[in-house]
Every structure is written in structure tokens, then in C-alpha cells.
């Protein structure tokens, strides 16, 4: 298994797949800087992109947007989603079907969560808007916060929610000094996967915004420009969303090693 | 009569319709060390976890000091419980660990922090007092985890295989200690352990647990020494069994001679049974009543002593005898030889086959 | 923590949570049932929606895209996400970076990944159509694959490739005979995960699609068909999509357990 | 002098720059059961990886019947391994496991079939042929292990803690048993184990290693009864130590009085040393050329035998003297007791301090 060739074979698709990967990427960061904005040469670096970006006001309220909703969906859906996991775990007989209901958000399409909640909202008569997008994003996130919680609960020792009892402490005591601290690296890295999510969700957003422009994010922003063509602010948009991804979601592995979903 | 310290009174569990312990009563004494002995699944486990609360009882009752702590949750009792995976605070240093209980009745701060102290000093971990318990050692913990229980000043502290993940000469070393430890303090110990040399060494009596019920419960000189039945023969310690023939109080080993006993179990009638005698009382020669021969099959050499395994007509399979390194010395036993051992009456049991 | 009380509270928050999704869903389901088609009234079950999508040329098209689309990205990327997977493995000492290089683009936002790859095929002059949708989706989906087969190999036994070797076989007999033969369940666990992220995925389909219709695929013609509003089709179609997801990842779990991304 | 059937020559490893293994240079025979007896980190499982080709040697050679292997791969070895874990493949019935190794070899299937049931036969798993490894025992799936590599009929069979897996009665019970199975089959075993005990009980050499080094190396009767160092004695059995002071070959105990010892160490010279003597070679009264008086300070009771714990002036820590069950009650030792204790010269070793 450990044969040079194996391995320079491995290697070189490693190389080819990941270049279709990362070329794009890096060009696309890389332009994001160039001073003329164009992809045939390099006149130099620039900030200017993200200047533009600063003055674009319909940008800035699609900035505004999208931290308000993952701002509000993250800390309902890391609430929710970490009362679930720990009611899940407690209620563990009651076993398989409570679990179904609870990951099923993750199988289902987002395009089919995005149509039956518009519908929904219509059904209703919601007026849609900014608070139907951070409903939504709640339902959405629940069950990936629920999963990095449960994650970290597997490896969760119950003796010393016994011992803590065995010690004279009632049961909020409990909660509160024992199970929640050991609890907390997973409940952040949770919110973490949360506001990533919601930051580069788009087509939940779409439809759930309703009509008009009042209620658009940066991944819908970033859809309406793409019409004309990719544009150099569009590469500087695209650079910021991925960085906060990126800072986020490092961020949120560090604190939960190994509960990161698929990892 | 008084009344007894700690009274277990008829207790049963049932999980659903499994009985897991079956009508235990039991009087434990202050300040003894009492070990719960049995294989997985005896029932030992449950029965400490309803003395510590997490676990009602389906039946019978449990008393301390003549009143009835059953009822109670965990957090009211008088009694604590090492866990046997010690179950310390991860995020808490050892001093937060040990002091987490006494914060929980409330004290004064000065009196919380004197008392952690003084513990401390006890298990000898006063320069730890800052560490969180990945940074401890198995030993280590284990000794926080006991300073956790004992801080509380419980009337009674359960402890589960106390010892059961620390390596084997750590073990035989904690043995010792932990029995220092319970007379310095005072406290009523209770034990559960499937280890039966542990139960030996530390307990003053030991409770052989078989499917819920208890087998036999006495100091451990009588344990090893006068086992009630053949199992409690066979669970502790080697034995080696023997089958014979009783008849009106006489038993005929398989080549016909007669095999005299002091131990005769009562349940013993008129027909098939077994005799049994330990490895160490069996001598070479002549000396004792009872006599068998046979081959040297195997030596096992354990260095302290050898174990001989012998071929016998007396039985299917080999008759284990004890040598100690000086008997060997003279004796120079090998494979392959024959010989012929003697033991006495008064160290043979008769168990029903 | 088993107090009735905190128990009725986290069913409260369940039941209203998830309230959210499944109402929405079943609605969608159910409509999709409906004769008369109309969210106002029940006339009756028919699938004569579904009838309507077979004689639908335009979804029928959409369809075939999709499964070519979905096909062929399964297969190259567990090929290549297998591959992947025991060579860094194998590698472990390399390290972290290679892992990072890895799993990036599971961190990196569709709609980011979605640019990057559109500029690229634009600045290397590639015509798009389904081939680019095919590449781009091998892209997306590898380190998805990657992830599952290496979550079943943290607890793979190494020592019995060692026996393998020291009971005299080759290394590419050790190969056939012993890691693959081991690894097999979470190797279609990851191919049916790959192939329900292709079916699902909007963003970057549509972007590396290229200009027409001829290489639109099933969400991208959900999306183009609800500019008129929510239709019976859709609702019949959503109902398709969702369903082909959940037994394909209902499969994979099963065949995976503990292995699959976030669980 | 003919030539060594196994010949390990001054074999060195070193990971980067960490010496792992420090030029072993060994001889082992046809037939015998070696042991490789060390704490973790001896270098014991290094030394054992490299013998199966699993690690590349940085130094020295090894033979077998005067030919190389040091540059073969695993697969072209004469050797065969029995891991830890067992390493069965999960995927595979028993039948095929132990099969595999024969199909390597391209042996007609008939041939294959044939060797299988017979050493199937052998491990009495007959009946279990079918079975994938997660539906056998624990001690089931050891069997199936050995007979994987004992069917390949291998030069050497190496076994890496082939027993560390099993339960306690288990254990004892497969120590005769695996013994029986090398004599059988004629086979060089070499095993790697921390276990002492079980080394003693089943090789027929030990080489104690320490630090990547060999430390002494002997049958077990020679490793236990005549150590050569001081961390050997203490690594096997109980040893007491007892600081001495040494001047031209007389020794002096704490409280000055003589100890006189048969087994000097070469490197004690004049100054501080130790004497050692074994917990059973202790008895109560006068008899041996040594004495020692103390109290007993505890009493282990084991069933089989006492260890008390005596303090005393001659060392800081207790000494522990072994006594029998029938010793014990002629004397009844308690707890407070005066005692007085004598041993001989020929018991007695002189380490350096």
C-alpha cells in the first residue's frame, strides 16, 4: 500500500481534480485585486473593488440583510437545536423515529424545503420578508446544530450528570455547572455551522424574501449581478462571503474536532 | 438486639419483567468494609446504584441509622459513590472537583476551601490542585474521585470497582491504601467487585452475588475457607473437584477409596457428589487421610510456586496441586512422573454434583 | 434532566419547530395528489400531475440531464473521492494540510465555488453544457465522498492489511481482496450521497450550464417554473426530487451508520 | 558449533533519531518458546515487527538457518505473526480467514480444504467454520488467529501479547493450551508480553528487555531465582530491598547487623548496596544465617496465602513476607505483632544501591 508508484499516482490526481478547484478560486480572489478589474492582465493591486463594494448602497443593504438574518436564525436554531439533541440523547428509548424526524432536514432538497415553505407562507397569508427568511433559515439550520451537539454527546460521560446529583446538586444545578460548560465548545461550533449557513444559503432566501428588493441577501446580490457577466465587484463580494465561511467554519471544527458534520 | 447500621430489607428490581435482584437482605455494620462479589450480571451493580438513589427499588426497603432513605433522590442522601469511571468534572480543576460537593451544602467559603485543603493533603495531591483531570494520571484520579466521596463526609460511601482501571501493580498497591484510608476516616464502605482476590485482600466481609440473590456472605477466611456451596467452591480462588460416590455419610472416590471429609454440605444425600480440596492443601507423600496418585502432565512454573497438573484416575481432568519454590527444591518434580499426594479431612469440602 | 416537566417543554418546542417543515412538506406532498390541483379543496386523488410532468418534454429533458449529470459525477468522484481517501490515510504523517486542501471545498459557499468555476470555463474558452455541469459537480461532491470513506477508515483495523502481507499476499491483492472488500459499504454510502448532492444542487448547475436550455436539469427547471407561481407540476416534480433523495440517503445511513456527514 | 536456527545479530532501530531497538544480537532454537518480556516502550514489539518484516532494520542482520531475511518483504517471509487484536478479516468466515494464507501460496483447492478442516480439527472450531469473527468469543477468536498463521506451517511463529485480550480464567487456561499447541507442532514460538507471569508459565527462555537492550536472558527458573540486576529482580515476582552497607565483600544491615548472601552482584563495590530476598524465602523463627524483627503493620489476605506487611528499622518501606494458609494457622498473625523473621545466604542477593 505504500509503493512510491501507488502513491505518486495518487498524487497526480490530487493534483489535476484539486487544480479545478483552487486555479478558479485563486483567480477569482486574485482578480478581486487587480487594480484594472480584468482577467487578461495584472495592473497592479488594488482595493478599489471592495471600495466600489462600500459605496453600492444597494450592496450594503444586502450586507445588512444577510448578517441580521444569521444573526436571529443562529442563536434560535442553536437554542432549539441544542434543547433537541439533549432531549434526544435523555429520551434515547423512545430511539429511531424521534431521531428521523429531527435529521430529516438534512436529506430533503433545499429546493424542496424552499417551494413548501413559500407555499406555506402563501397558504397563510405571511407577508414575506426578512422574518420569513430567518424562520425558514431556523428550520433549515435545527437539525445541523442539533447534529454537532449529538455529535459531542456520543462521547458525553452520563456518570457525571449522576455524580453531580450524587454530590447534593438538583437538577438545574446540574444543567447549568456541569452539562452546559462541557457541553459549550459544540453548542459554538454549532452556531458557527449555523451562521455559516444561513450567510451562504440562497436559494431558501429567494423564495421565502418575497417580492421586491427590500429583502435581498449577498447570495441573491451576488445572483442578480451575475447576469451581466462576472464582475470585478462581484469577485470581491464573493472573496468577503468566503472568508467569513472559511474563518467561521475553521473556527467551529477547532472547538468540536471530529463533530464537524462529515468530517 | 440494635438495630443494625445499614439494613437492606427484601430488595428487588425488576427491569421490566427481568429480575435483576431477588430479595436481598443484608445488615451492614459501621465502619466495616463490605465487598459485593460477583460475576456480570449477578445483580451487584443494581444493588449499588439503589443504595446511591439511581435506581428505585421494586421492592423491600433500605434503612440508615433505623430510618428509611428509599424514597429519597440521590442529591438527599447520606451516602456517596465513586464512580468507576470516577466521573470527574472535566472542566474543573481538582480543587472545583472536590469542592463542588461541600458548595452544594452550602458552606462558607473559608470552610469549602479548608476542607478541599485538608483532603488534599490527605491523598497526598496538594501540588495538583490546579489541574484539570486529563492531566492526571489513573492512579491520580482515582484518588480525586475518592477525595470527591469521602469530603462529603458521607455515612456511607459506595464504591464501584474502585480499582478496576488502574494497572496491576498500581491495584495491588491502592489495595492497602484504600483500606488505610477507610479505617483513618471512619466510614461505612461498600464495595462492588467481580475481582475476588480484591474482595480478599480489602473487605472484612464479603457478599457472593448470584443472579440477584446472595450466595454466601461472611469474613473472607470463611469465604475461601468454608465455602457453602460448590460454586462459592469454584468463584474463589482453585478448587479442585473430585467426583464421588456418598453413601449414609461415607464417599468412595472413583478407584474405590474412601475419601473422608469434615465439610459436608447439607444438601449432600446418597449417590453422586463431588469433593473438593484447594491446590495448597494438597502435600506430597503421606500424611493425610485422603490420598490419590497419579502423572505430572503439565508444571506451570509461576516463579513464588509451580503448579503441577496431574493426571489422575479420580477424575476427567487434571488435579491441580500447589508447590511452593522450597518444596520443589527438594522434590525436582517433572513432566512425565509419577506421584502421589496426601491431604486431610478437615480440608475437604462435599458439594452436591 | 428526566423531570416531566423539561420534558413537555423540549416536546413543545419540537412539536412547533418542526411544525414548520413538516406541515409545508406534507401540504406539498399531498397537492401534488390532488385532482383538482388547488390548495383551496380536496377533490379527490389522482396522479394525473405526474401524467402531466411524462408529457412534458421540456422536465422530461431536464430529467435525462439529471441523471446523465448525476451519473457520471457519482461514479468519477467516489472513484477518485476513494482513492483520495486511503492515500491520505496512508499518508497520515503529511498531515494536516493535506486534509485542509481536502475537505476546503465543503467550507466554501456554493455560490462562491459556482463563479469561481463559471470564470474559469469562460477564461479557458470551454464550451459549457452538461460535460462542465459533470466536472463541476466531481468538484463539489469529492469531498463529500472523501469525508464518508475516510470516517469509516479512523476505525478501520490497519493491522489486518499487515496480516494480509504477512500471510504472503501482494499489495494489490491485499487491495482487492481485504481494504476494498472492508471498505465497500461506505463506498456506496458515499456514491449515494454524491449522487442525491447532484440531483439536488441548483447554484452550480446553473452557472456552468451555459447559455439555453439544452443542459437544464430538474431543479433548474423548478426554478424557471416558478416564476409563474406555484403549480401542481412543481408540487409533483418537488415531490419526485425529495423522494429520490431520501431513499437514496436513507440507504446510504443504513449502510454507513455513524458514517454518513453529520451524524 | 553449529549454526543458530534463528540468529538475530546486533539489530539495531531508530525512528528518525530515537533508538528504538539497541543492537540485539540473539540466538534463539528449534522448537523453543521464547519469550520477549518488557514494559511498554522496551522495544519488545519493535524488535518483533522487524523479525515479521514489518519494520525495516537500521543495523545488524537476521538469520534463519543461516539465510538473510533482514531484506524480504513481509509476504516472502518463513515467518508468521499472530497480532494483538487478532486481525481477523471481518469481511471472511473463520474457514476463509484461515484459508487465506493458503490460497497466497496457490495450493490446490482440494489442498486448501483439506488443511483447513484438519486445523480446525485441532483448535476444536469445527462447528464454528461458517462464523464471521463479530459472531465468535473472544477467546474464540484468538484461536482462529493462531490457526491462520499456524495453517501457513511457518519457521517461527511470532505471537504479540497473544493472550492480553482475555479475561483472567481464560487467560490461565490458554497458557497450557498454547503451550500444548507448540509442542504439537513443532514450531518456533516467539512472544512478545509485559506479562510476567506469563512468561514464566509458558516460555522456555526469557530475555528481559530494557530500553531497546537486552537485560538477561535465561530459562525462567535463572530470571527468577538468579536476576542479575536490580531492575530485573524487581521487575519479577516481589522483591524486598533492603539498604546495606558493603565493605571487602561483608555487608551491614541499617541496625549494623551481618547479612550474608550468596548471589553478589559484579558491580557492587564498597558503599551503599542493597540486599534483596524474596516475600516466600522469609520464614518466622530462627533457620537461615539472616534476621530481621519489626511489627506487623498489615496482613493481605489472598485465600491461598498472607502477605504481611512488616515494618521494620532495616528499610523505610514495609517488607513483605509470604506465608502459607497452613503456616498461618499454626501461627494466626495479627496486625500490631511483634515478629521475628530469618532467611539464608543463598536467598540473598547484593545489588548495587
Request: glycine share 8%; net charge neutral.
Amino acid at each position: 500500500m505504500t509503493e512510491p508508484r501507488t502513491y505518486r499516482l495518487m498524487l497526480l490526481i490530487l493534483g489535476v481534480v484539486f487544480a479545478f478547484l483552487y486555479i478558479p478560486i485563486s483567480v477569482l480572489v486574485g482578480l478581486s485585486f487587480n487594480e484594472g478589474g480584468l482577467p487578461t492582465a495584472w495592473t497592479g493591486f488594488s482595493v478599489k473593488w471592495y471600495g466600489a463594494l462600500a459605496g453600492n448602497s444597494d450592496i450594503l443593504k444586502a450586507a445588512g440583510n444577510t448578517l441580521i438574518v444569521a444573526l436571529f436564525s443562529t442563536v434560535l436554531s442553536t437554542l432549539l437545536g441544542t434543547l433537541l439533541a439533549v432531549g434526544v440523547e435523555i429520551r434515547r428509548r423512545n430511539g429511531k423515529w424521534l431521531e428521523t424526524i429531527i435529521f430529516a432536514p438534512m436529506i430533503i432538497p433545499d429546493i424542496v424545503l424552499a417551494i413548501a415553505l413559500l407555499s406555506m407562507f402563501s397558504l397563510l397569508g405571511v407577508k414575506m420578508g426578512l422574518h420569513t427568511i430567518v424562520v425558514s433559515h431556523v428550520v433549515f439550520n435545527l437539525a445541523f446544530v442539533c447534529a454537532v451537539v449529538r455529535a459531542r454527546l456520543k462521547s458525553f460521560d452520563w456518570s457525571i450528570v449522576e455524580a453531580s446529583a450524587d454530590l447534593g446538586a438538583s437538577t438545574m444545578t446540574t444543567l447549568y455547572r456541569i452539562v452546559i460548560p462541557v457541553l459549550m465548545p459544540a453548542i459554538i461550533a454549532g452556531a458557527l455551522l449555523a451562521f455559516t449557513l444561513s450567510v451562504d444559503e440562497f436559494i431558501i432566501a429567494f423564495f421565502t424574501a418575497g417580492a421586491g428588493r427590500s429583502s435581498i441577501t449577498l447570495p441573491m446580490q451576488i445572483f442578480a449581478m451575475i447576469r451581466f457577466g462576472v464582475t470585478p465587484e462581484i469577485n470581491a463580494l464573493a472573496t468577503i462571503v468566503m472568508s467569513v465561511s472559511v474563518v467561521a467554519l475553521a473556527l467551529s471544527q477547532r472547538l468540536n474536532k471530529g463533530g464537524l458534520p462529515g468530517q | 438486639m440494635t438495630q443494625a447500621f445499614l439494613s437492606i430489607q427484601n430488595v428487588e428490581k425488576y427491569f421490566a419483567t427481568v429480575r435483576a435482584v431477588a430479595g436481598v437482605s443484608l445488615d451492614i455494620r459501621e465502619n466495616e468494609f463490605f465487598a459485593l462479589l460477583g460475576a456480570s450480571g449477578s445483580g451487584k451493580t443494581t444493588l449499588l446504584r439503589m443504595l446511591a438513589g439511581f435506581e428505585d427499588i421494586s421492592g423491600g426497603d433500605i434503612l440508615i441509622e433505623g430510618t428509611s432513605i428509599a424514597k429519597l433522590p440521590p442529591n438527599q442522601r447520606p451516602v456517596n459513590l465513586m464512580f468507576q469511571s470516577y466521573a470527574l468534572f472535566p472542566h474543573m480543576t481538582v480543587a472545583q472537583n472536590i469542592a463542588y460537593g461541600l458548595e452544594m451544602e452550602k458552606l462558607p467559603k473559608n470552610e469549602v476551601t479548608a476542607r478541599v485543603a485538608d483532603i488534599l493533603k490527605v491523598i497526598q495531591l496538594g501540588h495538583l490542585a490546579g489541574r484539570k483531570p486529563d492531566q492526571l494520571s489513573g492512579g491520580q484520579r482515582q484518588r480525586v474521585a475518592l477525595a470527591r466521596a469521602l469530603v462529603k463526609r458521607p455515612k456511607v460511601l459506595l464504591l464501584d470497582e474502585p480499582l478496576g482501571a488502574l494497572d496491576k501493580k498500581l491495584r495491588s498497591e491502592m489495595q492497602l491504601e484504600l483500606k488505610r484510608l477507610q479505617h483513618q476516616f471512619g466510614i461505612t464502605f461498600i464495595m462492588v467487585t467481580h475481582d475476588q482476590e480484591e474482595a480478599l485482600v480489602m473487605a472484612d466481609r464479603i457478599a457472593i452475588m448470584k443472579d440477584g440473590a446472595l450466595l454466601q456472605v461472611g469474613p473472607p477466611k470463611e469465604i475461601y475457607e468454608l465455602p457453602r456451596s460448590r460454586f462459592a467452591a469454584d468463584f474463589i480462588g482453585v478448587m479442585n473437584f473430585l467426583p464421588v460416590t456418598a453413601n449414609s455419610g461415607a464417599f468412595q472416590a472413583r478407584d474405590g477409596s474412601p475419601i473422608t471429609a469434615t465439610h459436608v454440605n447439607d444438601a449432600v444425600g446418597t449417590g453422586a457428589a463431588v469433593a473438593a480440596v484447594r491446590p495448597e492443601r494438597l502435600s506430597i507423600g503421606e500424611g493425610g487421610e485422603n490420598r490419590l496418585s497419579g502423572t505430572v502432565s503439565a508444571i506451570a512454573y509461576h516463579g513464588l510456586d509451580l503448579l503441577l497438573h496431574i493426571t489422575t484416575e479420580l477424575s476427567d481432568t487434571p488435579v491441580i496441586a500447589r508447590m511452593t519454590a522450597d518444596v520443589a527444591d527438594r522434590h525436582r518434580p517433572e513432566t512425565g512422573q509419577p506421584i502421589a499426594l496426601s491431604w486431610s479431612a478437615r480440608d475437604t469440602h462435599i458439594f452436591p454434583a
